[in-house]
């Protein structure tokens, strides 16, 4: 299994941006499809966006235009550039690993999973 540490997360203002970064224990390659979740309070944790290793993104249509996921696999880091934030993006923000499988958008796909970490906007 991989382990998962997210960071980057805070509160700001509707309008600003956040890098959030997510640091995997082992090295990830083309056969880990790395995505990102959210979830609000209340809510269902909700797909954002996912790389499947080999050069193609994928995004959820609340972000599209907005949020873009990026990896380094040298630095087994992901990271998530969030800009143009709005009220409804505030959510507990969650990395997740997939491997030997295609990227989707079910949660339950996804065997390894970070803590999370908190974006706030007001």
């Known amino acids: 299994h991989v382990q998962l540490v997210e960071s980057g997360g805070g509160s700001v203002e509707a309008g600003g941006s956040l890098r959030l970064i997510c640091e995997a224990s082992v090295y990830v390659d083309s056969t880990h499809c790395m995505g990102w979740f959210r979830q609000a309070p209340g809510k269902e944790r909700d797909w954002v966006a996912t790389?499947?290793?080999?050069?193609?993104?994928y995004y959820g249509d609340s972000v599209k235009g907005r949020f873009t996921i990026s990896r380094d696999n040298a630095k087994n880091t992901v990271y998530l550039q969030i800009d143009s934030l709005k009220f409804e993006d505030t959510a507990m923000y969650y990395c997740?690993?997939?491997?030997?499988?295609?990227?989707?958008?079910?949660?339950?796909?996804?065997?390894?999973w970070g803590r999370g970490t908190q974006v706030t906007v007001s």
């Open positions: 790389d499947n290793g080999v050069g193609t993104t």
């Open positions: 997740a690993a997939r491997r030997w499988g295609y990227c989707t958008v079910k949660p339950s796909d996804y065997p390894d």
